[in-house]
């Protein structure tokens, strides 16, 4: 473990924006927009999750695995009336504000729409990852506010270790399911990229944020960086999955 009094272990101080409060912060208009934007894609992502894993604990094989599932979609929905209730208090219609992405979202869950429970659970898993990690390194530059907002809304409702125990047990039953699973997490995987990129491309608002001009953005090279972050964690998931990445 590397020690904690290296300079490179210290969190830097937050600058510009990320240093701000959302009152003070909100009075850049295309910085409130991109925010607009940032809580629309959440909430309707929160929103499709919940319908999800409700659509997938009708495939669970336990009354006990469905009753696990039905909690997370019930956290989810939570974590969804936070993000509605923040985007209302901040002056923004919730359904006007989740719309643009409605096309996206679906578009990404109609391609992979999983055939059994296994790639339910991993989809969930490993889609669901890559865009909280996605939100995460955008969290980053964002006021102190809505920072927490969006990393509170991003905490792990259970998933995680559920979708570990069941697929790693159902890969030492029978570890030919391993490489059907391997191969379908790398279809998400691309996938999930492919709709974060496209979302960000179509608001014009959240691509400023991200490539600067607004906040303290990331250039061009970070954003490089950024994905190159979100597939190593990607490959870490693989590997305590069980999985090949």
């Known amino acids: 473990m590397e020690t904690p009094d290296t300079a490179a272990d210290t969190p830097a101080e937050p600058t510009g924006i990320a240093a701000q409060d959302w009152k003070t912060a909100a009075h850049e208009p295309h910085y409130r927009a991109a925010v607009v934007d940032l809580l629309g894609a959440l909430a309707y992502g929160e929103l499709a999750a919940f319908e999800r894993l409700a659509e997938d604990a009708k495939l669970a094989p336990t009354l006990g695995d469905k009753a696990a599932l039905a909690k997370m979609a019930s956290a989810e929905f939570h974590h969804f009336e936070r993000l509605r209730d923040r ?117 014009d608002a959240l691509s400023t944020m991200l490539v600067g001009g607004v906040a303290d953005g990331f250039d061009l090279a970070e954003v490089g960086r950024m994905f190159s972050r979100i597939t190593e964690a990607h490959t870490k998931r693989m590997a305590a999955l069980g999985l090949a990445a």
């Open 87 to 203: 985007l209302s208090e901040i002056g923004a219609d919730a359904t006007e504000a989740m719309e643009p992405f409605v096309e996206a979202l679906d578009g990404f869950h109609r391609q992979t729409a999983p055939s059994d429970w296994l790639e339910g659970l991993v989809k969930a898993y490993v889609g669901d990852s890559i865009a909280s990690d996605f939100y995460r390194e955008v969290a980053a530059r964002l006021d102190g506010d809505t920072r927490r907002l969006v990393l509170g809304v991003l905490d792990d409702t259970g998933h995680a270790s559920f979708a570990i125990e069941k697929v790693r047990a159902a890969i030492d039953a029978d570890p030919r399911v391993g490489g059907r699973l391997a191969l379908w997490a790398r279809r998400l995987m691309g996938e999930a990229l492919s709709q974060s990129q496209r979302v960000v491309a179509d608001r």
